[in-house]
């Protein structure tokens, strides 16, 4: 247990769809970061956010989105979704002030048919 | 952006026997971490190292930052250390780790 929750672990999408993606962490975890690993690939880096703004963003485009809420949890939104977006998707968060050491949670497995 | 490079792509080996996991990468970082990620896809940091060593246990780490490598040592290795090793520098000034592929673990009994 790493304190980082996500949700829902498990799901199934059509082509073209939307789908929300959500993680929440333990107290004074500020920043939240998302990453998408691909089957059999690293983990890649999709975005950060740092006080509700996002502060970094990887090589993905605009269908995929985020939002951080004043309690520091925060979701990942794709729009329009793509075959190609089934992965597993993380969600990392850094504590306020402390060593930059990121915290995974267990991640949201999207298969999109 | 920054390059990683890591290697095994796959190593198996008997309960016991020990083993080092290798992880270069093309540019300066102001932060490493190695990751262990579990069947279920659980990915647990093992050690936060930027520079210099660290042991836990049965496993250490040593970075070499001016030469731009990190190595993972495992030490008498256990069926629960199977799954898959990464490395994941970040560069100064950026805001995303960078992973490598992995080094893919398997301990038989």
């Known amino acids: 247990e790493t304190g980082v929750t996500q949700s829902p672990t498990h799901l199934i999408k059509t082509r073209g769809q939307q789908v929300t993606l959500r993680c929440s962490s333990q107290?004074?975890?500020?920043?939240v970061s998302w990453y998408q690993q691909a089957l059999g690939q690293g983990p890649q880096f999709i975005f950060q956010?740092?006080?509700?703004?996002?502060?970094g963003r990887g090589n993905f485009p605009p269908r995929f989105s985020g939002l951080q809420f004043p309690n520091y949890s925060s979701e990942l939104n794709v729009n329009a979704l793509e075959l190609d977006d089934s992965a597993l998707y993380l969600c990392a968060t850094k504590p306020r002030g402390g060593a930059n050491v990121l915290t995974f949670g267990a991640g949201s497995r999207l298969t999109v048919l | 952006g920054i390059q990683v490079e890591q290697s095994p792509p796959d190593l198996i080996l008997q309960e016991g026997a020990n083993s080092t996991l290798r992880c270069n990468f093309s540019d300066s970082v102001n932060n490493l971490q190695w990751f262990h990620q579990n069947p279920w896809g659980q990915l647990i940091n093992l050690f936060y190292?930027?520079?210099g060593t660290k042991q836990n246990g049965r496993l250490s780490a040593t970075t070499v930052a001016t030469e731009r490598y990190s190595l993972l040592y495992i030490s008498s290795s256990q069926t629960t250390d199977s799954g898959v090793y990464f490395c994941?520098?970040?560069?100064?000034?950026?805001?995303?780790?960078?992973f490598g592929k992995g080094t893919k673990l398997t301990v038989n009994p």
């Open positions: 956010y740092y006080r509700e703004e996002e502060n």
């Open positions: 107290s004074g975890h500020n920043t």
């Open positions: 994941a520098p970040r560069k100064g000034g950026s805001e995303k780790l960078v």
């Open positions: 190292i930027p520079s």
